[in-house]
């Protein structure tokens, strides 16, 4: 039998306001796995029954689907926010704590206050409202959809910008994801400025 598609729904967000939250945000991150570059997190507030054609999770779309849904949400949300923790503050903090810091900073930056946040995944990332983490949510809620896209699209593009400073690394082929390419970069120019030095401890050494 084939599996089911899942694609994202109100469902969360029509609980959540019937539920007395008045309004309710998407959280999701893009990027926690690279050797290189920010983490990035968006915040979107989008208003109830807001049609999206195509919308789902990052992962699941091609680049071009995911850059045409950046500009619509951008349209149609009612609030939106992306920010970012640095390579830096990732090796000071680690990934899960550099992570949540993003994801704050996307919540603070919205104008509008959510009364709950849904998250992807299963980390209550700490941010000033009522949370509710959800496994899988970027192919379940359209907030948390609509967030991923944001944080995937606006990270690819900051990636590509770097590539044009470090171009022997080839950035904009891997956009900092440990590939072979990546690899054969890094044992042939070391470790950069714009690197993740706690991913790379192990290795880096050798890259000298």
Request: proline share 4%; glycine share 6%; aromatic share 8%.
């Amino acid at each position: 039998m084939a599996k089911e598609k899942t694609v994202p729904t109100y469902e969360l967000e029509d609980r959540a306001r019937a539920d007395g939250f008045a309004v309710v945000c998407g959280i999701d991150e893009a990027g926690r796995g690279p050797l290189a570059g920010p983490v990035f997190a968006a915040a979107v507030v989008l208003k109830p029954g807001t049609d999206i054609p195509g919308l789902n999770d990052s992962k699941k779309l091609t680049e071009k689907k995911r850059e045409a849904l950046f500009d619509v949400i951008l349209e149609v949300a009612e609030d939106y926010c992306v920010a970012s923790a640095t390579e830096r503050e990732i090796d000071e903090l680690n990934i899960l704590q550099a992570t949540f810091l993003a994801m704050n900073r996307a919540f603070t930056g919205l104008k509008v206050k959510p009364d709950l946040a849904l998250i992807d995944g299963n980390r209550n990332p700490g941010v000033d409202a009522m949370v509710e983490t959800v496994v899988k949510g970027d192919a379940r809620s359209m907030s948390i959809a609509a967030a991923s896209i944001l944080a995937k699209v606006s990270r690819d593009r900051y990636m590509l910008e770097v590539a044009k400073l470090f171009p022997e690394y080839r950035f904009e082929k891997h956009k900092g994801y440990g590939t072979k390419l990546h690899y054969e970069m890094l044992q042939k120019y070391g470790v950069s400025e714009v690197h993740r030095r706690s991913f790379l401890k192990n290795l880096e050494e050798h890259f000298q």
